[in-house]
């Protein structure tokens, strides 16, 4: 298993899991004053309120970024709406629990947020490993 890094500011607890982070930049647009790349640690958990930080980590495309609430009985990160989002020149983001059957026959359960590759340059398909990027895709 990769590098993890755990951040609690009491509330909740975010997992980063760098082999899996694509580097789409939403948790950075979505809360700037939490996740800072150019700093060390690059995540600054009391820079934004827990609902916020909450709010930005359910959207992380990649899943690299998770969390859990350190308060037992509070169950806010197992419930997901299931919506899907085509990202503008990215990949398909599939937000809740899936089950994702490959075309070898192996199934795996996919939490909170999935992204498929739509470029077909993911050299980790179906998922996105961030190869539109390099590749300039626009859709």
Known sequence: ???????????????????KCIHSGICVKGSPNVFQPNERPWVKIDGASTDEIVN???????GA???YMNNEDDNTSETL???????????????????VTHKD?????????TAFCRCGMSHNKPYCDG?????DFRD
């Open 1 to 19: 298993m990769g590098k993890t890094k755990e951040y609690s500011n009491g509330d909740v607890t975010v997992i980063w899991e760098a082999e």
């Open 56 to 62: 930005t980590v359910k959207k992380c495309p990649s």
């Open 65 to 67: 970024l998770s969390f």
């Open 105 to 113: 026959g192996n199934e795996e359960t996919k939490n909170k947020t």
């Open 131 to 135: 190869a539109h990027v390099k590749e």
């Open 81 to 99: 709406e299931t919506k899907v989002e085509v990202l503008e020149n990215g990949p398909l983001l599939v937000y809740g629990t899936l089950k």
